[in-house]
């Protein structure tokens, strides 16, 4: 079974901030994701990696940036939070190729005061 | 038009019934379709593949109709564990997977 760790299920930090959130895949997944989900916006992309010290923007980039130093893990870094950040946050991974699924951690519910 | 579509519900079905979601994407390049359900405050997880042919798993059936970009979910004799949001998720072609905003089921006692 595909396993995806996400390093907080709750967190709370205060405006100002720099918060990290870490994503650990043990399935030797080249890609993976960060999304976040709203009620009634449904998941958003932030960012992605194909591959290790590589990220591409999604949807949704700014205010946040990524770092993939290894190929297990994939952080997302909120440099300064602010409160229009609080939201849950999903991270993925898949293999490469046509038609792979993607598995999700346990999400990151980030609040911010 | 948003990329993907999926009927809001919420559907309210008893224990029992069968139940049919529909979704239609706009993409027609989209290559790869699946479907996903998601409990309350939980992560989305993999129901099922959507292949062309249609397929099968168990109380599950998805069909794909790529001529009318158009992706059902039928769920036969439901169970009150069925109860969570269904996310249709489309790939289409050197893209992300686009989410469609889920619809949601809850099934009665």
């Known amino acids: 079974d595909v396993k995806v760790t996400q390093s907080s299920r709750y967190l709370v930090k205060r405006t100002g901030e720099k918060v990290f959130l870490e994503c650990v895949q043990d399935m030797d997944h080249e890609n993976m994701f960060w999304y976040r989900q709203d009620p009634g916006l449904g998941l958003r992309l932030i960012y992605f990696?194909?591959?290790?010290?590589?990220?591409e923007k999604g949807d949704i980039p700014e205010g946040y940036s990524v770092s993939r130093e290894k190929k297990e893990r994939f952080s997302l870094i909120l440099e300064s939070a602010s409160t229009n950040q609080t939201s849950m946050y999903l991270c993925?991974?898949?293999?490469?190729?046509?038609?792979?699924?993607?598995?999700f951690g346990d999400g990151t519910r980030l609040s911010i005061l | 038009r948003k990329e993907v579509e999926q009927d809001p519900g919420p559907f309210n079905v008893p224990e029992g019934a069968t139940v049919a979601f529909n979704c239609t994407y706009s993409?027609?390049?989209?290559?790869?379709f699946f479907w996903y359900r998601q409990d309350c405050r939980k992560e989305p997880k993999l129901l099922m593949s959507v292949y062309s042919s249609g397929n099968e798993d168990g109380r599950f059936t998805a069909q794909l109709n790529r001529a009318s970009q158009y992706i059902s979910l039928l769920i036969r004799d439901s169970k009150l564990s069925d109860s969570a949001t269904y996310l249709c998720?489309?790939?289409?072609?050197?893209?992300?997977?686009?989410f469609g905003p889920g619809t949601r089921l809850s099934v009665l006692p």
């Open positions: 993409n027609s390049a989209s290559q790869s």
């Open positions: 998720v489309v790939n289409p072609y050197g893209q992300n997977f686009v």
């Open positions: 993925a991974s898949s293999p490469q190729g046509p038609g792979q699924p993607q598995h």
């Open positions: 990696s194909y591959d290790v010290k590589m990220k």
